[in-house]
């Protein structure tokens, strides 16, 4: 259904640190960078088919987080949830909504984590147990 998903970012070697550390927990490798034809940067992580970007915002404007977003990443286990959130709040990232861990909800038992990445996003590490 999707084809990518895109932040923004006033710093963008801040998140590339970040989001290197948090999206190779998953797998994925170095992003390729690509610099728009009005000037600005972006990073592209293209990982299992999937496309996760980051960018400097096209309209010259400060970039701000969805607010009522989350950008849920999967994960293949839930010792990798945890792993997620604890690289990402060791790469500036802050914990938010409590603990990684085991929640009930009406999708069934999850394994969750969320985090804020430094620039406010909200991101989410799930797992769902067989």
């Given amino acids: 259904m999707f084809n990518h998903v895109m932040v923004g ?17 998953l797998g994925a490798g170095e992003p390729m960078r690509h610099k728009s034809e009005a000037g600005q940067t972006r990073l592209f992580y293209v990982h299992a088919g999937n496309t996760f970007s980051v960018s400097e915002p096209i309209n010259g404007e400060a970039a701000t987080c969805a607010n009522g977003g989350t950008i849920g990443f999967k994960c293949d286990s839930a010792e990798q949830v945890k792993e997620f959130h604890d690289v990402a709040v060791a790469h500036g990232g802050t914990s938010i ?15 969750l984590s969320y985090v804020r990445d430094p620039d406010g996003n909200k991101l989410c590490g799930i797992h769902r147990p067989k």
């Fill in 9 to 25: 970012t006033d710093d963008i070697e801040r998140s590339k640190t970040f989001y290197d550390a948090v999206l190779g927990v």
């Fill in 97 to 111: 909504e409590g603990p990684p861990g085991l929640r009930e909800s009406s999708m069934g038992a999850l394994h």
